[in-house]
C-alpha cells in the first residue's frame, strides 16, 4: 500500500485516497478478483489504473466505448503513464504507435472494446505483451448488452480463463440479479470479492415531467440554465442533431453525438466538451459513459431512459465536483411503447426479458413515484433513506387518491381473460367496448365488462402505466404483450392491501395529445415485436439483411390477421410459396405459440389457394370410404398426387376422373361419385 500512495501523489496528484478506494485498490493490486460497484464520479477507473502501475505487465481495460476510451488514455498520458487504445476509430498511426510501445514493452494500460477479442490474433497478441491484469469498466454491460447487440461482452470469462490472470470489475449500477450474472459470466459463479459503495448523490436535483411539446421543454430547461455546461440524452440519432439546431438557434453553443458519426466528428465533439465551458451536448447513450468532466451542471433527457440502472447511469454524469446539479426527465406513452418495444425485439431469452420488463416498471414507477424520488431510486438499490428535500416531489408533494377500486377492477379483467391480453383490450372490457374482438371471445359477458365508465380510455392507459410502475404487473414476451399479475397484485385483489395512484397524472392523461401515430394498434404491437425477433434471429443466422426474410409490411400483415394455418398464412402478402415452405410454420409458431401439424409437400403446395379446400374434402371423402360404404372392403387410398391433380383440374365426369395419375377403375368405382360430390359442392 506503501507504493500505492506514493503513486496516487506523484502521478495522479491526490494527497489521499476517496472513501471506500483504498480497499479496492489493496485487493486488485494483491491479485484477487474483485467485483466493485462505486457510485458515479467515485474514482472507480483509479482503482484499476493504480495496481496497473503497481504490478508487473501490461494491464487491459475491456472498455465499451471509444469515447470512455480516448477520455481516460487522454487522462493518463497527461499524468506521465503510457496507455493505448486499440478501437475502430484509430488513425493509422495512432494504432502504429500503440503497437510500437507494446513490442518495447513500454506500456502499462491497453484499453480495447469486447468486439476485439473476437478477432483471430487478439488472444495470442495478449499473451505475447504478458498481459498480467483484466479489468472490466462498466461491467453491468456485460448483462444488458451481453444478450444482444454486444455479444462478444459474453467472452471475456473466457479470455480471463485462457490468460491465467486475476480480473478487477467495474460498475456504478448493477442490482442483485445483474450482480449475479456479472459473477456467472466473468467469474465462472465463483464468487470475487465484492466491495460495494454507497449509491447516493445528495448533490443532484431528480425531476421528471410528462412529454408536452418536448422540444419547447427541453429549450425551456436549457434557457433558465444559460451557460451552464449540459447533456441532453435523446432516443434517436436523428433527434440529437435536430435538437442541438433548436438549441442553437436559441443562442446556445450546442452540438450533438452519436455512434454513426465519423471517428473525427466524434473525436471533436468529445474534444470541445472536455475543453469549453457551457457547451450543450445532445446525445444518444453513446455519449458520456467514463467521461470525467467534473463541472456539468444538468443532464436532462428528451426521452425515457431504458431501466434504472441506464437512468443513474446517466444522471450520474452531472455534478461529479459536488456542487449542486439538476436532472430532468421528459417521459411519454410512446417513450413507453418504444422501450417495450426493444424488450421484445431483442434476442435475449424470455426470461431475460421479462426481468428487462421488470425493470422498465422499476423506472415507471420513479418516473411517477408517489412520494421523494430519491428514496424510491436508492431503495432500488437496496439502500435506505430519508426524504432527500432535493427532487421535484419534495419541493412539491403529488396529488393521490385511493385507487384500490380502479386497480382491482383492471386486475379482475385480466384474471378473467386468463391473463392472455394487454392493456388495449382489457381498458375495452372495463370501458364496456364491444369491440369485434371482444363479442368474438365473449369478453361482453364477463362481469367486469363495463365497470370501469368512470374514467376515458387515456386515463385507463395513465392507471396501466402506474399499475407496471408499482411492478403489480409486467408484460409477458411469451404472450406477446399480455399482462400477467405478479405476486404483489395478489393483497390487493384479495382486499387485503390497498394502492394508491396519482391524480395529477390521471387527470393530465384526459388531456393529453394524441400519441403518436403507430403502425399497429397496442394490442398488436408485441406480436409485431416478437415477429421481427424472429425474423432478426434468422437473417443473422444466414447474414442476410432482415427485409431478405420478409418485408416490414408482411409481418405488419402477420401481426394485424394472426394467422392460425399455414392455408390463412399463404393469404399474407409477400408470403410466396417459397417463403411459407421455408418459413411458414416456424412464423406461425410465434403467432399461435404451437407448431403447426405436420402437412404432406403435396398439400402444402396448395396453401391459400381454392384448391387447398377442396383437397381436404377430398382427401375427408376417401377416408370415409377408405373400407368402402358398409366399412368392410379391403383398404383403399388415393395418393396425395391424385387427390392434388383432381383438386386443380377439376374433372367433371368420372370419365375424365380416371385420367388423373394413379387413379385406377377400381378407385374410381370406390371414391369417384363422392369425389365429384366434393368438386360439385366447391
Known amino acids: 500500500m506503501t507504493q500505492a500512495l506514493t503513486l496516487l501523489s506523484s502521478v495522479f496528484g491526490f494527497p489521499a485516497f476517496r472513501p471506500g478506494q483504498a480497499e479496492i485498490v489493496d485487493a486488485v493490486t494483491a491479485g484477487e478478483n474483485t467485483l466493485a460497484i462505486m457510485p458515479t464520479g467515485g474514482g472507480k477507473s483509479l482503482c484499476f489504473q493504480l495496481p496497473a502501475l503497481c504490478r508487473d505487465g501490461v494491464t487491459v481495460v475491456i472498455s465499451p466505448l471509444i469515447a470512455l476510451m480516448r477520455d481516460q488514455v487522454r487522462g493518463l498520458r497527461e499524468a506521465g503513464v503510457n496507455a493505448g487504445a486499440l478501437t475502430s476509430g484509430n488513425t493509422e498511426e495512432e494504432t502504429d504507435a500503440v503497437f510500437a510501445a507494446l513490442q518495447a514493452g513500454e506500456m502499462k494500460l491497453l484499453y480495447m472494446a469486447p468486439e476485439r477479442l473476437a478477432l483471430g490474433g487478439t488472444a495470442a497478441l495478449l499473451r505475447r505483451i504478458g498481459v498480467g491484469l483484466i479489468a472490466v469498466d462498466e461491467a453491468h454491460c456485460v448483462s444488458q448488452w451481453g444478450h444482444d447487440f454486444r455479444p462478444d461482452y459474453l467472452a471475456i470469462g473466457g479470455l480471463r480463463r485462457a490468460l491465467d490472470v486475476p480480473l478487477a470489475a467495474f460498475t456504478a449500477t448493477a442490482d442483485e440479479e445483474t450482480r449475479a450474472e456479472i459473477v456467472q459470466r466473468l467469474f465462472d459463479g465463483v464468487a470475487p470479492r465484492l466491495f460495494m459503495g454507497g449509491f447516493d448523490r445528495p448533490n443532484i436535483h431528480l425531476a421528471f415531467a410528462p412529454k408536452d411539446g418536448p422540444r419547447r421543454q427541453i429549450l425551456a430547461y436549457a434557457g433558465a440554465r444559460r451557460g451552464q455546461s449540459g447533456i441532453v440524452y435523446c432516443a434517436s440519432r436523428a433527434k440529437t442533431a435536430d435538437l442541438a439546431a433548436a438549441l442553437r438557434a436559441e443562442g446556445h453553443s450546442a452540438c450533438h453525438y452519436h455512434g454513426a458519426m465519423d471517428p473525427d466528428e466524434r473525436r471533436d465533439v468529445e474534444r470541445r466538451f472536455s475543453q469549453e465551458d457551457g457547451l450543450i451536448v445532445t446525445a444518444t447513450v453513446a455519449f458520456g459513459m467514463g467521461v470525467d468532466k467534473p463541472d456539468i451542471r444538468w443532464v ?51 426470461d431475460r426479458k421479462g426481468a428487462d420488463h421488470g425493470r422498465l416498471n422499476a423506472l415507471l414507477g420513479l418516473a411517477e413515484a408517489l412520494g421523494c424520488r430519491r428514496q424510491l431510486l436508492l431503495a432500488y438499490f437496496g439502500e435506505e433513506s430519508d426524504p432527500c428535500g432535493n427532487c421535484d416531489l419534495c419541493d412539491k408533494a403529488p396529488d393521490v387518491f385511493d385507487g384500490t377500486t380502479a386497480v382491482r377492477m383492471a386486475l379482475s379483467a385480466i384474471l378473467r381473460t386468463d391473463e392472455w391480453f394487454g392493456a388495449g383490450h382489457l381498458t375495452d372490457i372495463v370501458m364496456g367496448n364491444a369491440t369485434d374482438k371482444i363479442r368474438q371471445r365473449g369478453h361482453d359477458r364477463l362481469p367486469t365488462f363495463g365497470v370501469g365508465k368512470a374514467y376515458s380510455k387515456s386515463q385507463w392507459q395513465a392507471i396501466f402505466r402506474q399499475m407496471m410502475g408499482r411492478d403489480l404487473v409486467r408484460p409477458d414476451p411469451d404472450r406477446h404483450g399480455a399482462l400477467r399479475l405478479t405476486q404483489g397484485a395478489r393483497p390487493i385483489l384479495r382486499g387485503e392491501a390497498s394502492v394508491q395512484l396519482r391524480r395529477d397524472v390521471i387527470k393530465a392523461a384526459q388531456s393529453a395529445r394524441p400519441a403518436v401515430k403507430t403502425l399497429v394498434n397496442d394490442e398488436d404491437a408485441p406480436l409485431l415485436s416478437a415477429l421481427k425477433a424472429k425474423r432478426r434471429a434468422l437473417a443473422e443466422a444466414q447474414r442476410v439483411p432482415a427485409y431478405v426474410i420478409f418485408a416490414d409490411r408482411t409481418l405488419l400483415e402477420m401481426a394485424e390477421r394472426r394467422p392460425a394455418t399455414l392455408d390463412q398464412m399463404a393469404g399474407i402478402t409477400g408470403v410466396g410459396a417459397t417463403k411459407l415452405e421455408r418459413y411458414g410454420a416456424t412464423f406461425l409458431q410465434v403467432i399461435t405459440g404451437d407448431a403447426p401439424p405436420p402437412m404432406h409437400p403435396a398439400r402444402r403446395k396448395l396453401a391459400g389457394r381454392d384448391a387447398a379446400a377442396v383437397f381436404d374434402a377430398l382427401n375427408a371423402a376417401q377416408m370415409r370410404l377408405a373400407r368402402g360404404q358398409d366399412g368392410i372392403a379391403k383398404p383403399l387410398s388415393c395418393t396425395t398426387a391424385t387427390l392434388k391433380w383432381i383438386a386443380e383440374r377439376r374433372p367433371g365426369s368420372l370419365s375424365d376422373m380416371e385420367r388423373a395419375p394413379g387413379m385406377t377403375q377400381q378407385k374410381a368405382e370406390r371414391f369417384g361419385s363422392a369425389f365429384l360430390d366434393v368438386l360439385q359442392a366447391g
Open 300 to 350: 436532462a433527457h428528451a426521452d425515457l431512459p431504458k431501466s434504472i440502472e441506464s437512468y443513474y447511469q446517466e444522471i450520474g454524469r452531472a455534478g461529479r465536483d459536488g456542487a449542486p446539479a439538476e436532472t430532468l426527465t421528459l417521459y411519454g406513452p410512446d417513450d413507453i411503447r418504444l422501450r417495450r418495444t426493444q424488450i421484445d425485439e431483442g434476442l435475449a431469452p424470455s
